[in-house]
């Protein structure tokens, strides 16, 4: 006959961990099932605090040392760390007693500070696990090496198992590569922080740089330009001297010896008087030459002391100095002012002396208008007059300015020269005063440009 405590009772132990028998099974059974459901819970805290290390050792310390606790039912439980791998996490150790957390060892009593001292100093001597009078240690191992241990006293009416001391083995060893891997993500976001710091200084002194370096280009074109005044100034002091004590001085010379021509022919008989009166004019003009040249003489030495201003201001000026002759000068300016470089300014600035001397020496003109054009993408300037002079010939003569060494073309010369320099082209044509235009057309180019402050 079919006997089925005979024939079940194997198949329910292997399914259950319980030997069945009609007295005895059921009670088994639900102790089997109780400690199973309670091994599943503590299994499942312990991951849910495995994966807390991104939020920082100390969480992670204490989320473990909770489900440690909660599924020991534990009096008091310690988690302390030795070194190795771990040296240096903080906190270094943490006590979980009647609820509530200790990590400096001087608060805690005085027995758990004994387990302390171990964990810290004799790691090795935890041994694998073990059980005695619930007291429960489990070693923290990573890399085969202890970096640390759990201690701690389970509850009064907890009846432990072989299962609860492989719970608390896996979760020192989990819980020292979770602290591991918790400390390398605390060392990374640190070093990504101070990356980031870096980079953010590394940009700041780069727009620093930049900044100092436009001042510099900035202070550098002031400097180069004060020097240039100051090279102009002494070669227009040098010009003054030469004038007043060479020049002035053979003019004067000459003067007086004409005067004195004249006055000993009016004494002489006919016609000597009739010659004298035809020596009157150059007394007048040594006269004038004396004058002019005193004049500018002033002009060179009292340059210097007015303020440096912009072409359009220079070129004001220049339409004041006194020219050979009383040529009526008149300054317009189109379009927004842009300051270039200086020695942009001061080429445009001789090359238009030297056009207005010539319109006065040569040209025989009443008038003469300086315009000056801003363009987006070019400067233009032209000189023109109503004086007699055939631009068709000055065009000509300008092409062959190069070959020539007359006076005349010398300056004309000067004036291309100083045009090719600044890469322009000057050319000539008729004035709507009816005289010469010079033009004189430059591309603007961004490097020239300059800061206004």
């Known amino acids: ?231 102009i100034d002494e070669e227009r ?39 004298a009166q035809r020596l009157e004019p150059a007394k007048e003009l040594t006269q004038q030459a004396v004058a002019q040249l005193r004049s500018a003489i002033y002009a060179l030495h009292n340059a210097s002391d007015e303020a440096p201003g912009s072409l359009p201001v220079l070129l004001e000026r220049l339409s004041h100095v006194h020219l050979p002759t009383e040529l009526e000068v008149s300054v317009r300016v189109e379009g927004d002012a842009i300051a270039l470089p200086p020695a942009i300014e001061h080429s445009m600035l001789r090359l238009t002396g030297e056009a207005l001397f010539n319109t006065a020496m040569h040209a025989h003109a009443d008038q003469a208008v300086v315009v000056l054009r801003y363009r987006p993408d070019r400067v233009l300037l032209s000189v023109g007059d109503d004086g007699t002079g055939d631009p068709d010939v000055l065009q000509r003569d300008l092409l062959s300015a190069g070959n020539e060494h007359s006076g005349y073309h010398c300056g004309l010369a000067n004036m291309v020269h100083r045009a090719e320099e600044m890469g322009g082209t000057l050319s000539i044509r008729r004035a709507e005063l009816g005289g010469v235009l010079v033009h004189l057309d430059v591309p603007l180019s961004p490097a020239w440009r300059v800061s206004d402050d």
């Not at 024939?7 to 259950?16: R, V």
């Not at 069945?20 to 459901?37: A, D, G, I, V």
């Open 237 to 275: 002091h040098r010009i003054a001297r030469e004038l007043h004590d060479s020049v002035t001085q053979a003019v004067l010379s000459a003067g007086m010896i004409v005067e004195v021509c004249r006055s000993e022919l009016e004494a002489l008989p006919p016609p000597a008087p009739a010659l």
């Open 1 to 231: 006959m079919h006997d089925p405590d005979r024939s079940e009772s194997p198949a329910l132990g292997k399914l259950t961990g319980v030997r069945s028998s009609k007295h005895s099974f059921y009670p088994e059974y639900r102790r089997s099932n109780e400690r199973l459901t309670h091994t599943v819970r503590a299994l499942d805290e312990i991951s849910q605090a495995l994966v807390r290390s991104a939020e920082g050792p100390r969480a992670l310390v204490e989320a473990v040392v909770t489900a440690a606790a909660d599924h020991l039912q534990a009096q008091w439980l310690l988690l302390a760390i030795s070194g190795g791998q771990l040296s240096g996490m903080r906190p270094s150790q943490l006590l979980y007693h009647h609820g509530t957390f200790i990590d400096d060892q001087h608060d805690m009593p005085r027995p758990i500070r004994h387990h302390l001292t171990m964990v810290r100093t004799s790691p090795w001597e935890l041994g694998t696990c073990s059980l005695n009078n619930g007291l429960v240690r489990a070693p923290m191992m990573l890399d085969d090496e202890p970096v640390g241990g759990i201690v701690a006293l389970a509850g009064e009416d907890v009846q432990l198992a072989d299962t609860d001391l492989a719970i608390i083995r896996v979760l020192a060893n989990q819980a020292a590569v979770a602290l591991y891997n918790s400390h390398l993500f605390q060392t990374a976001t640190h070093l990504r922080g101070r990356t980031d710091q870096l980079t953010a200084e590394a940009s700041r002194q780069a727009e620093h740089l930049v900044q100092r370096q436009a001042e510099l280009e900035h202070v550098q074109q002031q400097l180069t330009a004060a020097i240039q005044r100051q090279v």
